[in-house]
């Protein structure tokens, strides 16, 4: 993904509108980027007339050729950091990242930029492509001369190969060097959300559930938000429908160590802040689905089950096998997170106590992560405004107002993820806050525009930005609603 700074005023904004056809081929690349990575694994451990590969050859071919049948002929290409599947973007899964990470390292490493499929895929002609493909030497610039030749010395004829196309310059290299740490920002945010995954199937199951790679996951990412906190904090706005109960806990954690640093935290209390947030809910998952998802409101004996979520977290927490890595700090957060600063959440106590400052600042990303993200009883939700100035009314009976002071400070009077409509009639989104207090109102916007094959550009423009008479260039002029525009935000933060 390209970000770059720029001032020129973009075209207006066109949405596409969302295709049955495109989610199969989306769905197909998905399953043809998986088994392309698996091959590539295997291969290198096996030799090309190994029976061991027999199975992976075949489940590649069963997906390359319904592809192929279905479009007639099937290009892969890498453009910076994504893969187009016939001029379309593939998005990944979040299972898919991993696959998605090595099949792109793997072709850039070799400089291969594009493969052509033009007939139907043979069992020969696919082991003979992934053998000269992985023994093309790394760093080759000719590599797809190369790797054509090999396939033309085995008369196959109908696969086209293209080098990787590099866009040169200086503006480019800051770019990439940016770029970098928005990799290992999307790495850290998948593979937690995949080990929370893991760690609440398990605890399901009731069987062994790691936290120490949460932890290491939690260390990571203390590092990233201490380098640059917007990176994660752009992550939180991928508001993942299906996989609410990971993806928000991978939310509130982030929120949780952005306003934990702003608090001056040590690394040691970061992690164990960090931890507890991932591990807020994790009493859910002893809580039945259809009480989770129902869509309509709960019933009393329903939602009485569903405040015992906090008590059954703490029951799980002290549970589990590596009491080593809890404390009494990170058991008191998980009770505490919906107790409300007047006391009057749940559960209810008997003797009065204070709510603990893990349990305030989770309270905090808690709430406003639960009210920007869709769920099935709530399909639109609020706009990042709308979600703050809801917790505004609420302060001092709901949340410690100075932990929403700093949330604020975090998310920015225009918070994070906001349509705006700009004076220049341009609509952007607010990407970035501005950190220096009296530019609170101005902060960086990434102007909404697509370019000539329908694919959003990513513009950069910074509101304290003025011109030659000192005037400013662009000024927010209202906020405006998404989904009345039908913009996926979080596609401007992937
Ligand atoms: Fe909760
Ligand atoms: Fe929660």
């Known amino acids: 993904m390209e970000i770059t700074p720029s001032s020129t005023p973009p075209k207006k904004v066109d949405p596409k509108p969302h295709d049955g056809m495109e989610a199969e081929l989306s769905k197909l690349g998905n399953h043809l980027v998986t088994k392309f990575h698996v091959l590539i694994r295997i291969s290198q451990i096996y030799d090309s007339k190994n029976v061991a590969l027999h199975q992976f050859i075949n489940e590649f071919l069963e997906t390359i050729n319904t592809l192929i049948k279905g479009n007639g002929v099937l290009s892969l290409k890498i453009v ?80 086209e190969v293209n080098p990787l196309e590099i866009v040169e310059g200086e503006e480019e290299a800051f770019t990439l060097q940016k770029e970098d740490r928005r990799e290992v920002g999307k790495k850290i945010f998948f593979e937690t959300i995949g080990t929370i995954k893991d760690v609440i199937t398990n605890i399901k199951g009731n069987q062994f559930a790691d936290i120490r790679k949460l932890k290491r996951l939690a260390q ?53 802040l960090g931890i507890t947030a991932l591990l807020h809910d994790i009493g859910k998952s002893k809580i039945p689905r259809e009480i989770l998802n129902k869509p309509a409101t709960l019933s009393s004996e329903e939602w009485e089950m569903m405040k015992k979520h906090p008590l059954m977290g703490v029951e799980i927490v002290l549970n589990l096998k590596q009491l080593g890595e809890i404390n009494p700090r990170m058991v008191v957060g998980v009770f505490d997170h919906h107790l409300m600063n007047d006391l009057s959440g749940y559960p209810r106590l008997f003797l009065k106590k204070g709510v603990s400052l893990f349990g305030r600042i989770i309270q905090v990303a808690d709430s406003y992560d639960a009210m920007t993200t869709p769920r099935i009883y709530k399909k639109i939700p609020y706009t990042p405004e709308q979600a703050l100035a809801v917790m505004l009314r609420e302060k001092t ?92 935000i979080a596609k401007y933060f992937l």
């Open 220 to 272: 990571k990412a203390i590092h990233l938000v201490i380098e640059d906190e917007s990176i994660l904090l752009g992550m939180t706005m991928i508001k993942n429908y299906d996989e609410y109960t990971f993806n928000h806990s991978v939310n509130v954690s982030i929120y949780s160590l952005a306003m934990g640093k702003r608090l001056g935290f040590s690394k040691k209390i970061l992690t164990e």
């Open 80 to 159: 910076k950091d994504d893969f187009f599947l016939n001029d379309q973007r593939l998005r990944y899964s979040v299972e898919g990242f991993t696959s998605f990470k090595y099949l792109s390292t793997q072709w850039k490493k070799r400089l291969i930029g594009e493969v052509i499929f033009r007939s139907l895929m043979g069992e020969e002609m696919l082991r003979h492509f992934i053998y000269a493909f992985i023994n093309l030497e790394e760093g080759c610039d000719e590599n797809a001369d190369l790797l054509k030749k090999q396939l033309e010395s085995q008369q196959i004829t109908s696969i």
């Open 397 to 488: 009976v709901h949340f410690d107002p100075l932990l929403l002071k700093i949330f604020i400070g975090l998310v920015g009077i225009y918070p994070l993820g906001s349509l705006v409509l700009l004076n220049t009639h341009e609509i952007g989104i607010v990407y970035k806050s501005n950190h220096d207090p009296k530019w609170l109102d101005r902060p960086i916007v990434l102007l909404v525009d697509r370019d000539a094959q329908g694919e959003a550009t990513k513009e950069l423009i910074d509101l304290t930005d003025t011109d030659r008479a000192g005037n400013h260039k662009w000024s927010i002029v209202k906020t405006l609603d998404p989904y009345k525009y039908h913009i996926d």
